[in-house]
């Protein structure tokens, strides 16, 4: 019995290109115009009329390769989903409009942004036409909740991570969409938008997870996403991976540097220019933090303002020798204790959520949803009894804090009972694809496909 691997993508194109190719086109480059081309027509030598080429009038003009991804290629192209069914894949973030909550987006880490209007029971797919497939982070404007804001590029370290090509707004609710820019960015932590001015946005652009440079650090506008500029440069190898902004005084934010790079053979995970920055004074200054910080190097950090407290700040750390975990600020900022040894998993986690009405009560994003009642001094399970575990994302109804919203490798879940049960929106087709087999003999004509995290399934 033999199975042959499918190689989907490189099949799918090689099927719709043309046949005769150039070499030039083959190699996404042409070697320049050919030597009569490069004449001009006073140049050439005088030949028969009846032997000149009846495209003549365009020989100075060197031939540009046809394009093997333009649309054309793929007109005749008819898909249809072939499954699998009733599951789903990674969601890394979740934007829910303020005005209406059973209107939300869905952001996933290979499959674009999807809407929903009525909580999840149908799903509409909107951002199938734009360069990118991999998302980082969404938000909605709380002054205007058709405007939408999405950082391509999930914002992890695995070696299967997808990068994007910047920021898009949406004007319309997600119905369409124009890229504004930071498209050397490939990957996008976290958006904040000033609640005092809806055109004064902050970026924190990680930046190249493979090698260094890129749109990396801390980016802002205050013309919408016309202009932008870097307002928090660390260094070609350290991006910003998170930013907050102080509710009650917006001139208040507090940023997070992480220095990585990932190898074939190895991932470094942190360094030096992994800190804790903080402004007055909307972004224009910035003094590093360190009181009661490790004074090791870091690597990840999240960080959360509690609504209920802003001089309440909590990060989520990873660090050298041990020294990693949950710090608590009461000071905005000026001192940290750490409060909890808990490792995040930086890797795929290192989010941290305060509360809308409970400053003590935090929620930490990792393999098991982990929930605080004293401010991170002790942690348990919040419950993954039904549902997927891998969380990156969880969203609280500001009106009804047992109502919630998560995002993990399984999809997008649903509680009304602070996690004592799920509801799980089995109707998203996320599925995450690292290779799809043909069965072969087996079974005729069905494949088989190797997913994250949620195993293999026939379609």
Avoid at 59 to 81: H, V, Y
Avoid at 110 to 136: A, Q
Avoid at 183 to 201: F, L, T, Y
Avoid at 399 to 407: E, K, Q, W
Wanted: aromatic share 8%; charged share 25%; net charge positive.
């Amino acid at each position: 019995m033999r199975i042959t691997r499918i190689l989907l993508v490189v099949g799918l194109i090689s099927a719709l290109l043309p046949t005769t190719l150039s070499a030039s086109t083959k190699h996404g480059k042409s070697d320049g115009p050919r030597q009569d081309e490069s004449r001009k027509p006073q140049d050439k030598v005088a030949q028969d009329p009846a032997a000149k080429p009846k495209e003549e009038t365009k020989k100075d003009e060197p031939r540009k390769p046809a394009d093997p991804m333009s649309p054309p290629t793929f007109a005749g192209l008819r898909l249809r989903s072939i499954g699998p069914a009733f599951t789903s894949g990674r969601v890394c973030s979740i934007a829910v409009d303020p005005t209406d909550h059973s209107r939300y987006l869905v952001g996933a880490a290979s499959g674009g942004v999807w809407r929903t209007t009525n909580s999840g029971t149908t799903w509409t797919p909107v951002f199938d036409n734009e360069s990118s497939y991999s998302i980082g982070t969404m938000v909605i404007d709380p002054k205007n909740p058709f405007t939408v804001w999405v950082g391509t590029g999930e914002n992890n370290s695995q070696r299967s991570v997808a990068y994007g090509d910047g920021v898009y707004r949406s004007d319309d609710g997600g119905k369409t969409w124009k890229n504004v820019g930071l498209k050397a960015s490939e990957r996008i932590g976290r958006i904040a938008i000033d609640p005092r001015n809806s055109d004064a946005v902050y970026i924190a652009a990680q930046g190249p997870l493979w090698g260094p440079g890129g749109d990396r650090g801390l980016f802002k506008t205050t013309d919408g996403g016309k202009t932008w500029k870097n307002i928090l440069s660390i260094s070609e190898n350290t991006g910003v991976t998170d930013v907050v902004i102080d509710s009650n005084n917006p001139d208040t934010l507090y940023a997070a540097s992480y220095q990585r790079r990932r190898h074939v053979w190895t991932l470094i995970n942190g360094g030096p220019e992994s800190a804790i920055y903080k402004s007055t004074d909307a972004g224009a200054t910035w003094n590093k933090l360190r009181t009661g910080l490790p004074n090791v190097e870091m690597g990840r950090i999240g960080l959360a303002i509690s609504p209920v407290d802003t001089n309440v700040v909590y990060a989520t750390i990873e660090a050298a020798d041990a020294r990693g975990g949950i710090y608590r600020s009461s000071d905005r900022g000026g001192s940290w204790e750490r409060r909890n040894p808990f490792d995040a998993g930086a890797m795929y986690y290192a989010q941290i959520t305060a509360d809308p009405k409970e400053v003590d009560r935090i929620y930490v994003m990792n393999v098991f949803l982990m929930v605080s009642d004293d401010g991170g001094r002790t942690l348990r399970r919040l419950g993954e009894k039904s549902k997927h575990v891998d969380n990156h994302v969880i969203w609280i109804d500001p009106d009804n804090t047992r109502h919630y919203l998560v995002g993990c490798d399984g999809g997008v879940y649903e509680s009304y009972d602070r996690g004592g049960n799920w509801q799980f929106k089995s109707n998203l087709p996320l599925g995450q694809f690292y290779d799809v087999w043909d069965a072969g003999q087996l079974q005729r004509g069905w494949p088989v496909s190797h997913t994250q995290r949620v195993g293999d399934r026939q379609l």
